[in-house]
């Protein structure tokens, strides 16, 4: 799977919109792009995944730039709630069985 | 959504004794589950992939006679840590897929089990 690179740590203010880059320069044509966040103490929680078209869901929403070698997460109303280990993982389409490998995430501390 | 749950949440036990942790899918099958550890301030290290009725396959460098999974049904994998030591001690996720759900799709993830060794 191709390597992802994201910052270390970021901070946003409550309310704000949270936005999480994600380098994935060496992406191949049949990866899809996956988020998941881990709060302190709790199994990772699945958040979105795309593969070339930007998605939203009722908790964030995926921009994938038009040559996919990079993305953002965009909470858009970040609450303190939100505060955990962010990972971008890239994952070969049809490969159901294969496992997630995490890379480093960003810890994005949200405070009022 | 689907539901996997880790039994027990936590455990304390003594240098050399064995601990089982069991993860369940709740209401999906899984043919296939993955057993990770995570060590303070650290990312989660996949462990082993577990499959439904053969063997586990170990990442390079965990011992698979230390490390005992066994996935008897489509609804539950057990990893039991053998003659456990105190650099056990450490957090351990799974994860699974439900099988029933269209390619990518998710995998979902239990809620851990941390693991003490005295």
């Known amino acids: 799977d191709a390597k992802t690179t994201q910052p270390p740590s970021m901070d946003c203010a409550e309310g704000r919109a949270a936005n999480l880059p994600c380098n994935h320069s060496t992406i191949s044509g049949n990866e899809y792009v996956y988020w998941y966040r881990q709060i302190h103490s709790q199994g990772p929680q699945y958040i979105i995944h795309?593969?070339?078209n930007n998605e939203t869901n009722e908790m964030a929403s995926l921009i994938i730039t038009e040559d996919r070698k990079s993305s953002t997460l965009i909470l858009p109303h970040a609450t303190l709630r939100d505060t955990a280990v962010y990972y971008c993982i890239v994952r070969v389409i049809g490969q159901a069985g294969t496992a997630l490998i995490f890379g480093k995430g960003t810890t994005l501390s949200v405070s009022s | 959504g689907a539901v996997v749950s880790q039994h027990p949440s936590w455990v304390i036990c003594k240098s050399g004794t064995s601990v089982k942790i069991e993860c369940r899918s709740l209401d999906f099958q899984a043919t296939t589950m993955f057993w990770y550890r995570q060590f303070p301030k650290q990312s989660l290290m996949l462990m082993a992939t577990s499959n439904e009725g053969s063997k586990a396959t170990y990442e390079q460098g965990v011992e698979k006679d230390k490390f005992l999974i066994n996935h008897a049904s489509l609804t539950l994998s057990t990893l039991t840590v053998t003659s456990a030591h105190p650099e056990d001690s450490s957090f351990y996720i799974c994860?699974?897929?439900?099988?029933?759900?269209?390619?990518?799709?998710?995998?979902?993830f239990g809620e851990g089990s941390r693991l003490t060794v005295l």
């Open positions: 994860s699974a897929r439900d099988i029933g759900q269209a390619s990518p799709g998710e995998l979902f």
């Open positions: 795309g593969l070339k």
